[in-house]
């Protein structure tokens, strides 16, 4: 998001709002966030979009429920988890800013006995190729690395052929993948889905 034009990015305030906006639907108050350290400007909008769902719905993410671990990495997942975990009383969801953090919070929540998401809800940022694959499938927000490589490479032909781009600043829609683990009912994944990824 620093850099200089043209660039292409993701909408984080959309992906951050979009995540929160659904555990608030499934009902969830006491939401616990796991993330890195919000200096980077694309982590400070996706907080930027989890504060304005919920001061859309009313309510406040109180400091105690935020959970900052150094990266985006399984084991600061695991951390994360543990510290939202033994709070009195604990969050009935988590919103990790990535999915491997999610991951994390699986083997955290299957650590202490908890299953995901009867005991715990989950919602993550990513949709990484496993999701659809853990125990539970991970409900996620979509972030489409073809759709950004393909706009990319249309902006660099633009300037190899000395030609001004169409936009020098676009920012790319994201969206949720819901999956069994915020409590929504589990999907089939679709045969050509299964053959594309592997």
């Known amino acids: 998001p620093t850099a200089a034009d043209p660039v292409v990015l ?6 951050g709002r979009q995540a929160a906006a659904h555990l608030i639907e499934h009902g969830h108050e006491r939401i616990g966030v796991i ?7 694309s982590v400070a909008d996706t907080h930027t979009g989890i504060h304005q769902a919920l001061s859309d719905a009313s309510l406040t993410l109180q400091p105690e429920y935020l ?4 990266d985006f990495a399984t084991p600061s997942g695991i951390d ?3 510290h939202l975990l033994a709070l009195d009383p604990p969050p009935t969801a988590i919103l990790a800013l990535g999915d491997q953090l999610a991951i994390g919070v699986i083997h955290a929540a299957h650590s202490h006995g908890l299953t995901i ?3 715990l809800a989950l919602v993550s940022i990513g949709d ?11 409900t996620t927000v979509h972030q489409d690395a073809a759709a950004a490589g393909t706009a990319a490479t249309q902006v660099l032909l633009h300037l190899i052929n000395g ?15 819901t999956r069994r683990s915020c409590g929504c009912p589990p999907e089939q994944i679709p045969s050509h889905q299964r053959r594309q990824e592997y």
Do not use: N
């Open 35 to 41: 993330t890195p350290p919000t200096g980077p400007p």
């Open 163 to 177: 030609e001004a781009p169409e936009a020098t600043r676009l920012s790319l829609p994201t969206h949720l993948i």
């Open 67 to 70: 959970a900052q671990v150094p």
């Open 128 to 138: 990484i190729a496993v999701a659809p694959y853990l125990d539970p499938p991970l």
């Open 80 to 82: 994360g988890a543990e």
């Open 117 to 119: 998401p009867t005991d």
């Open 10 to 15: 993701f909408d984080m305030k959309g992906a």
